[in-house]
C-alpha cells in the first residue's frame, strides 16, 4: 500500500505561481510511477503531467511549459511547479502512483491517490 499526502496548494492571481509537493510512503519512492491530475467542480478528473523512475516528465497540452513535474527520490516526494496561473487552472490537484513500468496518462491506471490539494487562481 501507497500513502501519498500533497501540499502546496492556495490562492493566487492570474500570473501568480505556486508548488505543490507528494510525499510518499509505503514502498520504494523510486519504483512508483508519478502522476498528477485535477478535477475542477463539475469536471472529469483529467491529467496534468506525470513522471516515472526514469525522469523523464510527460504534459498535458494545457499546461506544457507553465508546468513542471520533478521528484527527488531522497525524499520520497514529488513536484508539481506552478506558474504564469490562470483562473482555469482552478482546481483540486491530486497527486498519484502506480508502478508498473509503462507511462500513462489515464486515471484508471492510477492505483493510489492523495487527499488532493486546492488551488484557486483570481483575475
Known amino acids: 500500500q501507497v500513502q501519498l499526502v500533497e501540499s502546496g496548494g492556495g490562492s493566487v492571481q492570474s500570473g501568480g505561481s505556486l508548488r505543490l509537493s507528494c510525499v510518499a510512503s509505503?514502498?520504494?519512492?523510486?519504483?512508483?510511477?508519478i502522476g498528477w491530475f485535477r478535477q475542477a467542480p463539475g469536471k472529469e478528473r483529467e491529467f496534468v503531467a506525470a513522471?516515472?523512475?526514469?525522469?523523464?516528465?510527460t504534459y498535458a497540452d494545457s499546461v506544457e511549459g507553465r508546468f513542471t513535474i520533478s521528484r527527488d527520490n531522497a525524499k520520497n516526494t514529488a513536484y508539481l511547479e506552478l506558474n504564469s496561473l490562470k483562473p482555469e487552472d482552478t482546481a483540486i490537484y491530486y497527486c498519484a502512483a502506480h508502478s508498473r513500468l509503462a507511462s500513462t496518462t489515464l486515471v484508471s491506471a492510477y492505483d493510489f491517490w492523495g487527499q488532493g490539494t486546492q488551488v484557486t487562481v483570481s483575475s
Open positions: 513522471i516515472g523512475w526514469i525522469p523523464i516528465p
Open positions: 509505503g514502498r520504494t519512492f523510486r519504483d512508483l510511477y
